[in-house]
């Protein structure tokens, strides 16, 4: 794997001026994202920034959709030394309000009103308690009532004088992204601009990515994934990318048969509906040769699927958080389909070792927490305490997870420490949830656990003793979360009122026992 001294703005100059025309990243409407005209895009808007008073080091957000925006805002972060920090776009004041206050950042990109929310009306909510956000900037809005800056007015043309490149370490901080935690607020995870790349060059050897490929991605640029795959992807390798604004099966496959799209990195229900549109149309999507499969459980069976409906693509299970992306590439040659199958891929330039309670390393083939180390590992959270707790003495990320390493060199994941809901293949917080639930006037304890469900993988459930044993029903609770700020995907799915919750000696509730008990009620059904 190369050593690399370049960053995505250094690249995205090269690009632009040895071939402009090129391609660098498709869109669905057609207007696809070309090297030359995205970075005159990244210069303008970089030119402006710098007005705005915007200086290395300080951190600019955006909560956009996979727009062509956010690969100018990318390139001219890095253009000008800024700290980067993408917003998933479902998030609403409450976790808005503490991403944009924990990171200090000073500028924010939103959209208008998108799919029916209104982001300036929720902005403008927040804004008395953030103090360091200076700057609010509206990103394809309609009405012209709106009071914010208009990001169309900051690429300009008459901004296009030349603004100088900050020269800064590829070991200096690139990214921040909010991950959920078990104790129920996000961490800030900071990656620089090397740890970012290696996660890349890694997919990028493991799949021998080159010129003839295509990363179809569906996955939220505001996500690791989304982030990596979809924006820097075409400009840190050879390999162009395909934005999907929003995940439908339909429009997924019409689009991979249009633009002949040849992988793509994503989460389990994507690839599941892919399978069933294939089969239901007799699709074969030959040009499509592999899918990495990620963020939540994969049933064995669907792997094998896919190798029986789609005529050349191989699928397979990767391992990897935000902190730690990309682990495991997956097995990716069809003799290898049994462990694409049955691991979560192999191990690739990580250091992964697996150890007791007290942090012996144990045997090959037995079951303990995976700890890992290797060039893509984040530079730490956003809070050094944080970043002490979640490493050892060594430097290895503790990752909570709970599985063995195979003969093969493989992992296997058979349980998790981390108290966290993969739902669709976005982190949820069980304590998150509990702390809103513990707001109820009728609510004495509460205890948030992940159900299966047949599409996104895993369900929220929440578990509930009541004061007094009052009745609440899942409609009751729906109208509650409606108030509370909480983004709709976390809100409890299901319901179970419980004379007590179950504790250890110590005080802790079993959540192995609820969620147990939860399957077994699920899949009764």
Known sequence: MLLRTKNLADCAKEKAHRSPDDIAIYLENGEHIRYGSIFEEAMALAASLTQLGLRPGDVISFQLPNWRETVAIDIAAVWLGLVI??????????????????????????????RGHDFPDMIERLMPQLPDLT???????????CALLRYENLIAKANLSPVPQHVGEMSAAKIIMYTSGT???????????????????????????????????????THVTGF??????PFLSDCKSAFMERWDVNLAAAYIQRIGATGCVSATPFLQELVEKAKRDSLGLPTLRFFACGGASVPPILIHDVHNTLENCRAFRV??????????????????????????GLI?????????????????????????????????YGEEEQTRQSMDNHGYFQTGDIGHISAEGAIIITDRKKDIIIRGGENISARE?????HQHALISEAAVVAMPHPRLGEGVCACLVTKNAAVITLADLTLFFEKSGLAKQKWPQRIELCDELEKTASGKVRKDVLRFKVKTLVEAK
């Open 348 to 380: 690739s330039h990580w250091d992964v070792k697996v150890v007791d309670d007290e942090g012996n390393t144990l045997a090959q083939g037995l079951d303990g927490e995976l700890l890992v180390k290797g060039p893509a590992l984040m530079l730490g």
């Open 433 to 437: 949830i509990e702390d809103v639930l």
């Open 319 to 344: 391992y990897g958080c935000t902190e730690a992306p990309l682990i495991t590439v997956g097995f990716i040659r069809p003799e290898d389909a049994h462990l694409a199958a049955t691991t979560d």
């Open 228 to 233: 990596a795959n979809g924006i820097e992807l």
């Open 85 to 114: 920090n993408p917003v998933i776009p479902i998030y609403r004041d409450r976790e808005l309000a503490f991403i944009l206050a924990d990171s200090r950042s000073r500028c924010l990109f939103i959209p208008g009103v998108y």
């Open 135 to 145: 700057h609010v900037i509206s990103v394809r809005q309609d009405s012209d009532t």
């Open 183 to 221: 104790t129920g607020r996000a961490k800030a995870v900071k990656h620089s601009h090397t740890s970012l790349a290696r996660a890349l060059d890694n997919g990028i050897e493991g799949w021998s990515l080159d010129n003839r490929d295509i990363m179809l991605m569906p996955s939220p640029v």
